[in-house]
């Protein structure tokens, strides 16, 4: 069984920049005048990779496969669906009836 995973497939370089903000004395006084620095950083490229799945997690996706709820069948929900329409009929039925009186 084969499974996909988003990982790191390699890097690239790309231009920053950081700006840096004026700095001041006890006084108020600017010592430093603001200033932007462009700096190189590497940047994870990531992508899909498809592998083998190992027997442990075979096993553990086998186990926790019972546990996931089984979808309702087509009469289960057939039988729903005409449950909550004469819900809702009896409901328009009495709304109507209180503003007839």
């Known amino acids: 069984m084969r499974i996909a995973e988003y990982k790191q497939v ?3 370089t790309e231009q ?3 700006h840096h ?3 001041y004395d006890e006084f108020g006084e600017i010592v430093r ?3 932007d620095e462009v700096v190189d950083v ?3 490229v990531m992508g899909m990779v498809y592998r083998d799945m190992t027997p ?3 096993k553990e996706w086998e186990e926790q ?3 996931t709820p089984q979808p309702p069948t087509l009469d289960e929900r057939v039988e729903n669906l005409e449950t909550r329409t004469d819900d809702t009929e009896e409901a ?3 709304i109507l009836e209180r503003t007839v009186v």
């Open 42 to 44: 590497e940047v994870p």
């Open 16 to 18: 920053q920049t950081i």
């Open 56 to 58: 442990e997690e075979i």
């Open 92 to 94: 328009l039925r009495m």
């Open 65 to 67: 496969r019972p546990q």
């Open 33 to 35: 005048e603001p200033w």
């Open 10 to 12: 390699s890097t690239r």
């Open 21 to 23: 903000p004026a700095e």
